[in-house]
């Protein structure tokens, strides 16, 4: 540590450090599983896929049959279970996701022969099993909530660890000295500036992390500090109902109606509508926007109903529902994910070297 200890600043630093462990030793273990599960998930489709590709690999330079012929051929494989929405968001020469209602799961289908591959609960796959862990720590039944609360607790403490190690590395004298990891020296130096200049460079991002994570336990908290801080409400479409006409529901209608609206727009999900008064609910991407634009579709004219346009969204109502994907790195392309894998094992990184030095430092008092 750099300057003298008998300054000023040294009776503050000794009790924002001693409140930095103690919140590392609060939160570690959960901090730890977070950040082993969170690098795990940053490519658990892709490790899912290569451990069983019959499961969830297709040929992908086939064409996708129409959406009515899949779900009709779905419907004959699988019998009376409903389709709630049709995901193709996946990366090329992967199976479709078809999300099921009733609590029926998920089933991955190949687009262009409509074979059903895989039907399946999600927690029963590899990336599911982690994802649980991940989110709730595996904890079952009644119990699950306060599992939730408890990941968003040390998702919190997080954040809090950041904003208290910036405060250590302010809080002493020559401060961009501190910025630089000697090669020679102790190793306790060593480990200490890296720790500290990591956590700095991390920092930001890493808190962006956690709080877009605390955003799906605890959404009416995120949402309202994202309104308050970026000065404008969270806007979310409203519900609406098509007109009842005469006729069959065409999702394939539906679907290039929706693409003729937004020039440019690639496909990312259908619903399936039950009725023929509800509409088809198409998000599709656009070059001048990350989220998906909404467009709703009446499912037996075709007719576009409404179109909620993402590169027309507030900044908070953007951040929102961009929130799954600053979380995961799904963003830019493979660049932010391997950035993203790094990141998701900092805090776990951090954890051990932050007690290491306290036992380190602990053990050269004793010696002294």
């Not at 908290?221 to 109902?241: L, N, Q, W, Y």
Request: zero cysteines; charged letters at 15%; glycine letters at 8%.
């Amino acid at each position: 540590m750099s300057g003298n200890r008998t300054g000023s600043w040294w009776p503050a630093y000794k009790a924002v450090r001693r409140a930095h462990l103690w919140l590392a030793a609060l939160a570690s273990l959960p901090l730890v599983i977070l950040s082993i599960t969170g690098a795990l998930l940053v490519f658990g489709h892709e490790i899912q896929a290569a451990l069983w590709p019959a499961e969830w690999q297709v040929d992908g330079s086939l064409e996708p049959l129409p959406f009515e012929e899949l779900v009709a051929r779905f419907d004959r494989q699988l019998p009376g279970i409903p389709i709630a929405a049709i995901a193709m968001e996946q990366p090329k020469g992967h199976a479709w996701t078809f999300w099921l209602g009733d609590g029926q799961g998920v089933a991955n289908v190949d687009p262009a022969t409509g074979a059903v591959l895989k039907h399946y609960q999600q927690n029963d796959t590899l990336y599911g099993f982690v994802r649980a862990l991940h989110r709730w720590l595996l904890v079952p039944g009644d119990a699950r909530p306060w599992a939730r609360h408890l990941v968003s607790v040390a998702a919190l403490i997080l954040i809090i660890q950041i904003i208290v190690g910036t405060w250590m590395w302010a809080l002493p004298p020559k401060r961009m000295k501190r910025l630089t990891i000697p090669r020679r020296g102790s190793t306790h130096l060593i480990v200490q500036r890296a720790h500290s200049v990591t956590a700095l460079v991390t920092g930001a991002i890493l808190a962006l992390i956690a709080f877009t994570g605390i955003s799906f336990n605890w959404h009416d908290t995120a949402e309202a500090v994202v309104s308050m801080v970026t000065f404008g409400p969270v806007r979310k479409p409203g519900d609406i109902s098509a007109h009842a006409i005469a006729g069959q529901r065409d999702i394939d209608r539906a679907v290039a109606a929706a693409l003729d609206a937004v020039p440019g727009a690639k496909l990312k999900s259908v619903n399936v509508p039950k009725l023929n008064t509800q509409p088809v609910n198409i998000r599709v991407g656009t070059p001048d926007a990350l989220n998906v634009t909404l467009v709703r579709v009446h499912p037996v004219s075709g007719h576009v109903l409404d179109i909620h346009h993402a590169a027309h969204h507030n900044t908070a109502t953007a951040f929102m529902q961009m929130a799954y994907k600053l979380h995961v790195g799904d963003f830019w392309g493979l660049p932010v994910r391997i950035l993203w894998l790094l990141l998701a094992l900092a805090p776990a990184a951090y954890v051990i070297s932050g007690f290491w030095l306290f036992a380190n430092r602990t053990g050269l008092r004793r010696r002294r």
